[in-house]
Each structure stands twice: as structure tokens, then as C-alpha cells.
């Protein structure tokens, strides 16, 4: 039953009605992969209208999404694998099936902003203008692939009886927990907190163009990494399949920490000491920016 809403009263649990959304002889349709295509759709056409209501070449963003997407899932499953590298010691060749599951957010957004900054040079455009442009996006694109966590019972946090509660099935329970039926859905709960981020972006954004306040290059991706990292930081704290660090440190909080300092430095250095954001495009903070780019003919 999809979402295994159940009839119980004032009550109801998740259950995944499996990872495959579609079989069709040797053709398998699987919900994550689904799920990663839809959001990169959503997200490079969301890119693109923000970046005309900016006055930008939304060519530029298309051609960046190109980047995104060879780098950001390459990345994702190798910082995965990397942290995980017990569970495919023996089968090496299991690491590169990520149909099955197991990519990491963080290495996404690493590989991400590695291929933007190579990008952004290359094409001397300013780096923070296209972070800017990207990051309502990529919340969202965030929101809606941890819905994959959801059908693959994966990424799930203790037990639970909480109302909400969602049921993981015996093969897919931690040793530890293999007497317990019912769990945090940390998915969902990651999920609608990256919704609300993006809603946040996004009133920002709107604000700014329409001038009822004036953002700073480099704003919104900063107020996306504070946020972000902020729900994942307590979000990661009610997992059960952390990617650890030296046995006991969660990876994700650590690299959200990072994020929180950064995200906040940033802000500080903008709007306290009124100074741009260093850029690889020499200049690329002033006014002379993409923004004055005609759209392409293309």
C-alpha cells in the first residue's frame, strides 16, 4: 500500500512500497532514479526563470547544470563509498551499482561547487552570482531526493511509537535494532526542513528583485549552507547509519559545523565589515557581471 497509510485512529505509519517503481522485462524503473532525474529537471528549469527574472543568460546556467550533474553524483557515491569502504572491501564492483542506494549529500555539494568554481572560471562569470542562482534549486532538488531514502528503507533514524512512526522491514534493520519494527522517518523530517528552507530562498530572492530589499552577491548560497547545515546538524543526531569518522564522529554534523561557520562568516564579511565576497573571476564582485550579458541566440 503506497505510504502505508494505516486505518488505525489517530494514527499512521509510512511503508515503502518497495524501491522499483517499474518492471518491464529486463527494464527496471527504480523510484530513486526517478526521483534524482525529476529533481535535476525541476532544478536546472527553476534555475534558468530565476535567472532570467535577474536579467541573466539562462544559457549560462544550463550549460553549469551540464557540470552539476557529471560531477555531483560521481561525488556523492564516492564520499559514500569512501566512508563505507567496510561494505565493499570484498565486492568492489558493488560501488559503482547506485541504483541500490547510497550516495551522500555532501559529496554532491563538494563536487559541486568544485565543478561550479572551474566553471565560473573558464567562462569568466562570477562565481557567486551562479551559486546564488543555484541554491533554491539545489534545496529543492535536496527535498525531494531524500524521498529515494523513503522507498529504499534507508536513512532512517531510532525506534520509535511516535504517530508518524515508519515501519523498516527485517532486512533492511540495523543488528542492533532487529527486534524493533518502527523508526524515526528522518527522510521526511530532512525533507520538509529543506522545504522550508527553499521557501526561505525563495521569498528572498523575490524580495530582492522586486526592491523591497537589496541582497549582496554571495547571499543566498550562504543563507542556504546556515540553513541547510543547521537541520541536517540535528536531523543527523537521530540516524542510524551515520557515515563516521575515526568510529564515534558523525561525518555529516562535522561537515555541517563547517557549513554554519562558514555560511555565518560569509554573512558577517558582506554585511558587517560591507566587503565583497572573493571571487575566481578577477572583479567579478563589481557591477559588471553577467547580469549585462545578452541572452543567447542559441
Not at 524521498?147 to 534507508?154: A, D, I, M
Not at 541547510?228 to 540535528?234: C, L, N, T, V
Not at 564515534?248 to 558577517?268: D, K, N, P, W
Request: with cysteine; glycine share 8%; net charge neutral.
Amino acid at each position: 500500500m503506497f505510504l502505508g497509510i494505516s486505518t488505525l485512529p489517530l494514527a499512521f505509519l509510512f511503508t515503502s512500497p518497495g524501491s522499483i517503481l517499474f518492471q518491464f522485462g529486463p527494464l527496471t524503473i527504480r523510484w530513486y532514479g526517478l526521483l534524482i532525474a525529476s529533481a535535476v529537471l525541476l532544478g536546472v528549469s527553476l534555475s534558468r526563470n530565476l535567472a532570467e527574472r535577474r536579467h541573466i543568460n539562462p544559457d549560462v546556467l544550463g550549460d553549469l547544470a551540464i557540470w552539476l550533474v557529471i560531477a555531483a553524483i560521481p561525488s556523492a557515491r564516492l564520499y559514500y563509498v569512501l566512508f563505507q569502504w567496510q561494505e565493499y572491501a570484498q565486492h568492489p564492483m558493488d560501488a559503482f551499482a547506485i541504483w541500490k542506494g547510497g550516495i551522500a549529500i555532501h559529496g554532491a555539494i563538494l563536487g559541486g561547487i568544485v565543478a561550479s568554481l572551474i566553471f565560473a572560471r573558464i567562462q569568466k562569470v562570477p562565481f557567486w552570482q551562479l551559486a546564488d542562482l543555484v541554491a533554491p534549486s539545489l534545496i529543492l532538488g535536496q527535498a525531494i531526493g531524500r524521498w529515494g531514502n523513503f522507498f529504499n528503507s534507508e536513512a532512517f533514524g531510532g525506534p520509535t511509537d511516535l504517530p508518524w512512526k515508519l515501519y523498516i522491514p527485517p532486512d533492511h534493520r540495523p543488528p542492533e535494532y532487529i527486534n524493533f519494527e518502527y523508526f524515526h522517518p528522518t527522510f521526511l523530517y530532512e525533507s520538509s526542513w529543506n522545504l522550508l528552507v527553499f521557501v526561505l530562498l525563495i521569498t528572498l530572492f523575490f524580495r530582492d528583485i522586486q526592491g523591497k530589499s537589496r541582497l549582496k552577491v554571495g547571499t543566498l548560497f550562504l543563507v542556504y549552507m546556515v540553513a541547510y547545515s543547521a537541520g541536517r546538524f540535528w536531523i543527523e543526531g537521530l540516524r542510524t547509519d551515520s557515515l563516521m569518522l575515526l568510529g564515534f564522529l558523525r561525518m555529516a554534523q562535522i561537515v555541517s559545523l563547517v557549513g554554519i561557520t562558514l555560511g555565518c562568516a560569509g554573512l558577517i564579511w558582506l554585511y558587517l565589515f560591507k566587503r565583497p565576497l572573493p571571487d575566481v573571476v578577477s572583479g567579478a564582485h563589481q557591477e559588471a557581471d553577467i547580469r549585462q550579458q545578452p541572452p543567447s541566440d542559441a
